[in-house]
């Protein structure tokens, strides 16, 4: 049985003529639930260490919050660590999310910075999104997985996960955070997408996507699969609807996001995982906007085990939802969490039986 440790946020004011009681900050929590839980044990003097997050896109509002961040990366100073802090760039060239300059624009926007955060901030994937470590995984789905270069040369990585509801897998938790989050364009491609951009007979010849494509892997129209990275830059330069992606249903996705996850813990084992149930929105936080949340704030729980941890936040936010999960049954009534953490559990990458421990 796994180890979750999990902290409630809710300030229970236990001595209500008093007004200042910093220990009911959940700042204060969070630092408790570090010290209690060893969480951080592994942690060796020297040690680079990747405290992997999601900086959210230009106007999410309900990212996890810059104090929470800064907070594990002093934890982690503390036991003699090197923290930086770590996320990766998304499929396509020309949109600020899709490059490591973009992405700290965004982070800055957002209000992370090196000052705010208290360590440097590092584009896993590097400048475009290429940089990665291949790994073989024998996934129903997947052959290959390609691995974020700063996450694979990390000593230590500390998943810092906003939980909130996602509008594929369900869930935007630790295994999506590992197997979306730490991987680089090729592999986002290949958990939203089957084979390779197509040009189809719409396009007039106008060379935007030729001129752009980093690897020059269009000739004569066409894209040249053995070169191609998969990055999509090609598909959002063009004005013409004439590059066809055969995108996946959800289940199928939720399942890719499962095997990247194996393929990035194959490469490497040393990840500890938080997931902080606070401002749990409808969407996830790549989406350009953000929504009120979909229930009162839970608290904060951290394991050792990506398995474990989703589950148990899955099984607090239906508590809290009091009716179990709701997807979201305007956009995307077909989501269910469950499935991507049973078939993480299936490929061995953690486990679904758990014990939650409480710390005060
Ligand atoms: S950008 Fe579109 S229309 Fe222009 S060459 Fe490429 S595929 Fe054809
Ligand atoms: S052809 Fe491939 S590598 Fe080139 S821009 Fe398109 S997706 Fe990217």
């Known amino acids: ?33 570090l010290d209690s839980s060893g969480i951080l044990d592994s942690i060796l003097p020297g040690d680079l260490v990747a405290v992997k997050t999601h900086f959210g896109d230009l106007g999410t509002t309900r990212t996890l919050r810059s104090v929470f961040i800064r907070t594990v ?101 630790s295994i999506k955070n590992v197997g979306v989050g730490c991987v680089a364009k090729p592999s986002k491609f290949d958990i939203h997408a089957q084979g390779y951009p197509k040009i189809n007979d719409k396009c007039i010849k106008c060379d935007e996507c030729v001129k752009l494509c980093p690897v020059k892997a269009i000739e004569d129209y066409r894209i040249v699969e053995e070169r191609c990275l998969k990055c999509l830059g090609c598909e959002e330069v063009c004005r013409y609807g004439a590059i066809d992606v055969s995108w996946l249903p959800g289940k199928i996705i939720s399942e890719r996001i499962a095997e990247c996850a194996k393929g990035v813990l194959s ?16 969407h996830c936080d790549c989406h350009p906007y953000s929504d009120v949340p979909v229930v009162r704030d839970v608290g904060i729980l951290t394991s050792k085990d990506l398995v474990a941890i989703d589950l148990a936040s899955v099984e607090l936010y239906e508590k809290e939802s009091k009716i179990g999960f709701i997807p979201d049954e305007k956009y995307w009534p ?16 953690g486990k679904r039986s758990y014990r939650i421990i409480e710390i005060e």
């Open 334 to 349: 077909w989501t269910d969490p469950h499935r991507m953490i049973e078939y993480a559990e299936e490929l061995g990458i």
């Open 73 to 173: 990366v002093e934890k982690i100073k503390e036991v003699g660590g090197k923290p930086f802090v770590t996320e990766t760039t998304g499929l396509g060239l020309t949109r600020p999310r899709c490059t490591a300059i973009g992405r700290l624009l965004i982070a800055e926007t957002n209000g992370y910075t090196q000052q705010t955060l208290a360590a440097p901030i590092v584009i896993a994937d590097g400048l475009l999104g290429f940089d990665f470590v291949k790994t073989d995984v024998d996934g129903k789905h997947l052959k290959s997985v390609y691995v974020a270069k700063a996450i694979a040369e990390a000593d230590v990585v500390v998943c810092c996960t906003h939980f909130k509801l996602h509008m594929v897998a369900g869930i935007g938790g």
């Open 267 to 282: 490469v490497n084992k040393n990840f500890v995982y938080i997931n902080f149930l606070l401002d749990i929105s409808p």
């Open 1 to 33: 049985m796994e180890k979750v440790y999990f902290t409630d946020v809710r300030a229970e004011v236990t001595e209500p003529e008093k007004w200042f009681q910093p220990e009911l900050s959940a700042v204060n929590k969070l630092k408790r639930l």
